[in-house]
């Protein structure tokens, strides 16, 4: 099904003409860069979902980025003719925009499947997104440097609109491969949750299961947000201040200590992984003052914020207990939010206050930019 770049046939112009299914450059282009922002637009997605209406934007995903792939053969014929007309810095940076593009794809599947789920101190997912991210401005200066995908009405006729089904099939039977053979060959890919997340291993026997939980406090990694830091509080020091209306109040560890609200929840982290667990500590809700109105905002004692919807405070839970043990400095200590049906990035760890503003939770970067 592939292109050809060889003669087949009798040409009138006299340039090679593809054999198979025929795109052409510009179509072939075209497809690459739907493709591509689909896979960023639903990777950014997928990123904000916590709840099962995840599950189709993942497979989107998926779907988009195995497009790409499907594109290539016919891409390496474009590749092949501009790489013999151009020197210089501006082939190198297409060839690496290429590369990036190529090891994005790599990392993905390699966490889909669970076949390379770590590459030394990172995980796949965290080199998936790294590569992406990285091929974005070059994505930008590829189209705007070389064009050659401008739309034409002629894209919307029948016979174009099924070449582009058959590449969406060529995808679709793509990514049922990669499903079966993960499922087939019992990858740890195939414990996937609906964001695409795969479960912790168990300590007890050197990470070989992986454990659907409760896990212990030991099962769970210990990862921050970009270039959040560790803290080491002192519990005895430590206060936290509730911010409402004007009025502030501070709680100390063992008041807090005192309520034993329980919780059992999903922490599922944007580098891949989820573990369910036991979470004790105190709702938020028992803090506010009645009849508030607006949103919280939760603050870590690194400067590390997230603002969330008043109405969760029911079932959100400042943490002081993981596991019936406290926290460990890693896991947020003295206290850390529990955002159940929330990714990781909302449980904010080592909170120093929660304010409540009038302002509505989505006033905020959609994900945290330090
Ligand atoms: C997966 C995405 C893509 C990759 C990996 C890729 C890579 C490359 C490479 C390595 C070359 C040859 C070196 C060069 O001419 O600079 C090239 C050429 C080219 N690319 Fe892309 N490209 C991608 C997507 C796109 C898109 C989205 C467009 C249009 C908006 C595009 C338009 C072109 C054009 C017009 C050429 C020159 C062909 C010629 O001179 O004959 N490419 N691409
Ligand atoms: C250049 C852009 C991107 C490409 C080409 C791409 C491609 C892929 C591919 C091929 C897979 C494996 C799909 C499967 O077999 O099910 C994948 C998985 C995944 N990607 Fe991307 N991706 C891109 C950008 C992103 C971004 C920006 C994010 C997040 C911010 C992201 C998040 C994910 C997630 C969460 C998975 C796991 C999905 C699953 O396990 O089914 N991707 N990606």
């Given at each position: ?16 003409r ?25 990777g ?25 792939l499907?594109?290539a ?5 474009v ?46 997912m ?10 974005v ?14 739309p ?6 029948r ?7 058959v ?12 499903e ?6 019992a ?12 479960p912790v291993?168990?300590?007890a026997?050197g ?33 936290l ?7 502030t ?33 105190v ?7 009645p ?16 603002r ?26 003295p ?35 330090t």
């Amino acid at each position: 099904m592939g292109p050809r770049a060889t003669r087949a046939g009798p040409s009138t112009t006299g340039r090679p003409r593809p054999a198979g299914l025929r795109l052409g450059a510009r179509r072939t282009n075209l497809g690459l860069l739907i493709g591509l922002v689909a896979a960023l637009v639903t990777g950014g997605l997928a990123f904000a979902a916590g709840t099962g209406w995840g599950r189709p934007v993942v497979v989107a995903h998926g779907l988009a980025g195995l497009a790409v792939l499907v594109l290539a053969p016919w891409k390496s014929v474009v590749v092949r003719r501009g790489l013999a007309r151009r020197s210089g810095a501006g082939r190198w940076t297409s060839v690496a925009f290429g590369l990036l593009v190529l090891a994005a794809a790599a990392a993905g599947l390699a966490h889909a499947t669970g076949a390379l789920a770590h590459l030394g101190p990172v995980s796949a997912m965290q080199v998936h997104v790294g590569a992406a991210l990285a091929a974005v401005p070059l994505l930008a200066w590829h189209a705007a440097a070389r064009g050659g995908a401008r739309p034409r009405r002629t894209d919307l006729s029948r016979r174009a609109l099924l070449r582009a089904g058959v590449v969406a099939g060529g995808a679709g039977l793509l990514w049922l491969a990669v499903e079966g053979a993960t499922r087939l060959a019992a990858l740890p890919g195939a414990r996937r949750r609906f964001t695409g997340s795969i479960p912790v291993t168990g300590q007890a026997d050197g990470g070989a299961t992986a454990v659907p939980g409760p896990v212990d406090a030991a099962s769970i990694p210990v990862t921050q947000w970009l270039d959040d830091r560790v803290q080491a509080l002192d519990p005895a020091a430590w206060r936290l201040r509730i911010a409402a209306g004007g009025t502030t109040r501070d709680w100390t560890y063992a008041e807090l200590e005192g309520f034993g609200d329980q919780v059992e929840a999903v922490l599922d982290c944007t580098g891949g992984w989820f573990a369910l667990a036991t979470w004790e500590g105190v709702r938020l809700d028992r803090l506010l003052p009645p009849g508030a109105a607006g949103s919280v905002v939760v603050v870590s004692a690194t400067g590390y914020r997230r603002r969330l919807p008043l109405g969760d405070a029911g079932t959100l839970l400042l943490a002081t207990r993981l596991a019936g043990r406290p926290l460990s400095a890693g896991h947020g200590f003295p206290a850390r939010l529990v955002a159940p049906g929330r990714r990781g990035f909302w449980w904010v760890k080592w909170v120093v206050s929660v304010e409540l503003d009038p302002a509505p939770w989505w006033r905020q970067p959609p994900f945290p930019l330090t």
